[in-house]
């Protein structure tokens, strides 16, 4: 099973892409947690997507393709694999169909989390993020059982860089304008799902849930 998460900056995507790696044994791939694991271990890497990733900008095309389809191509994402924000550009989106197409394959769904702007940028201000493994709680709807520690390894939480209101403004601006033609794009392909991103995770993990299962 091959699925793609779209969706605003905030949206959940990772939160869902998280629990639906855990029920189908398949591998989360997050570009955005691929850019901050280079950022905190210094790569050359790293120090490229940073100059964009602050600004909340998106991260060149050639760059991101790169990763991610040398990412698709190890073993274990043979069964599948749930992709969290990518592609995140139309041309993203064409290189990935032609790798598919080439092995005769395609993406299964797409997954739209759907959140107006406005609940957006309250998420991010209380999201904080574990940058060792990549978990993500909210300071009131998702807590952790130890304030300021992952649940999962024991490093401290912080509030992401760009997660700042001014620079959340701007991954909103960038995102309606440069992401959500996606939506046009994997809806003519048949395979785009819309679920209610307001609702609590796990009502939306129902909702993927249900269309995963239908
Ligand atoms: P990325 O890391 O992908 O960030 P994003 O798309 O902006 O999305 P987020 O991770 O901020 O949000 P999310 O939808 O995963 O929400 P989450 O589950 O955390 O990318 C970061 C940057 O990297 C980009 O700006 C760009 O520069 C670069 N980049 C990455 N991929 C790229 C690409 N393909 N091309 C070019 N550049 C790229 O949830 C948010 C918060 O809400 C959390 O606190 C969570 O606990 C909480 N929450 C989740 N679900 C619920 C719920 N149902 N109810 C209440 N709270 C909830
Ligand atoms: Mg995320």
């Given amino acids: ?39 905190k271990n210094g790569t050359e890497l790293g120090m490229e997507a940073k100059k964009y990733m602050d600004q909340g900008l998106l991260v060149p095309d ?14 274990d994402c043979a069964g599948g694999y749930v992709l969290d924000g990518f592609p995140r550009t139309i041309p993203q989106a064409q290189v ?13 769904y797409a997954i739209d989390v759907n959140v107006p702007d406005e609940n957006i940028v309250k998420r ?7 940058l060792t493994c990549g978990a993500t709680y909210h ?3 998702i807590p ?15 509030l992401r860089d760009d997660d700042k209101p001014e620079t959340v403004l701007n991954r909103l601006k960038v995102y309606h304008d440069q992401t959500q033609p996606l939506i046009d794009f994997y809806s003519a392909k048949g395979v785009l ?20 299962e239908k």
């Fill in 124 to 130: 991010m201000s209380g999201r904080r993020a574990c």
């Fill in 193 to 212: 799902r819309t679920v209610d991103g307001t609702q609590g995770m796990d009502d939306v993990f129902a909702s993927i849930v249900a269309i995963l």
């Fill in 62 to 75: 050639e760059l991101t393709v790169r990763i991610l389809l040398d990412r698709v191509a190890q073993a």
């Fill in 139 to 141: 300071v009131e709807h």
């Fill in 96 to 108: 990935l169909d032609e790798a598919l197409g080439k092995l005769g394959d395609s993406i299964d």
């Fill in 1 to 39: 099973m091959k699925i793609i998460m779209l969706g605003a900056p905030g949206a959940g995507k990772g939160t869902q892409a998280k629990m639906i790696a855990a029920k189908y044994a398949i591998p989360h791939i997050s570009t955005g947690d691929i850019f901050r694991a280079n950022i």
């Fill in 144 to 158: 952790p059982k130890k304030e300021g520690i992952c649940d999962n390894c024991g490093s401290p939480l912080v």
